[in-house]
């Protein structure tokens, strides 16, 4: 019988794939209490200016710095995801912590998946291509990647230059776009295209699935936030200055 959503894994681990970011979203959102919202202290400074430029109300405002501490938090899930996806593919299987994102079972393929192009520094890359050259070494019939899903352009390729002053090549190490890798894992030139149509189908079938009970209780911190200034009588930006800041000379005045 036809896959319903793509061809190269079945629907049962696509959704369970799904799911599992699903599960993933929800964590992040009811982990926004008003405590959680402060951990890392919140600069009000920087949103009385997007406030003021950008002309937008208190309220909103921050509820869009809440919804980008979401999103912060949910990046490295996607990650995940891709993994997962990857290794639901016949002969590959993914790495649990074992220093690798995906390999094939035969020990011919090693890959270190990152979702952007752009989230490693000089130290990280020189570190990740000692890495995959370490598992070149070992593994001699073996090809090893750099995997980045949201590249610049399409692309396999040898990966050598110069990190951190020191020139950097092997003859089985490659960096490829997310394209490539899911249509080399896969046989399937256009797989990722296949994932990106049909995940809209998927998402909408794994929502249906999901018991009102599991879905998502709305973030609270806004909530906890109002309920204070209903007594106080300060502004949002206000109360969120002076819990994060009263200890500052002349801030309790708030």
């Known amino acids: 019988m036809k896959n319903k959503y793509v061809d190269f894994i079945s629907d049962e681990h696509f959704l369970d794939c799904v799911a599992n970011l699903h599960k993933a979203y929800l964590k992040a959102k009811n982990n926004i209490t008003k405590k959680n919202f402060y951990t890392n202290k919140v600069d009000t400074i920087k949103l009385t200016f997007d406030a003021k430029f950008n002309d937008i109300d208190e309220e909103s405002l921050i509820q869009a710095e809440i919804l980008r501490q979401i999103d912060k938090s949910i990046n490295n899930s996607i990650g995940t995801f891709h993994e997962q996806i990857l290794g639901g593919i016949k002969g590959f299987e993914i790495g649990n912590l074992s220093g690798y994102d995906i390999k094939a079972k035969d020990n011919t393929l090693f890959a270190d998946i990152k979702n952007k192009h752009n989230t490693m520094n000089s130290s990280s890359a020189e570190a990740l291509f000692q890495k995959l050259s370490k598992y070149a070494d070992e593994n001699k019939k073996s090809k090893c990647y750099w995997v980045q899903i949201l590249a610049k352009s399409s692309f396999c390729e040898l990966w050598k230059g110069e990190i951190n002053g020191k020139e950097y090549s092997h003859s089985r190490?490659?960096?490829?776009?997310?394209?490539?890798?899911?249509?080399?894992?896969s046989g399937k030139d256009n797989a990722l295209f296949q994932l990106y149509k049909n995940l809209p189908i998927a998402v909408k079938d794994c929502l249906n699935s999901v018991e009102?009970?599991?879905?998502?209780?709305?973030?609270?911190?806004?909530?906890?936030?109002?309920?204070?200034i209903e007594t106080s009588k300060r502004t949002i930006l206000d109360q969120i200055t002076f819990e994060n800041y009263s200890y500052y000379l002349g801030f309790d005045k708030l």
């Open 212 to 228: 009102k009970s599991e879905l998502a209780k709305e973030n609270s911190a806004l909530d906890e936030i109002k309920v204070k």
């Open 173 to 185: 190490v490659y960096k490829i776009s997310g394209d490539q890798f899911y249509a080399l894992l």
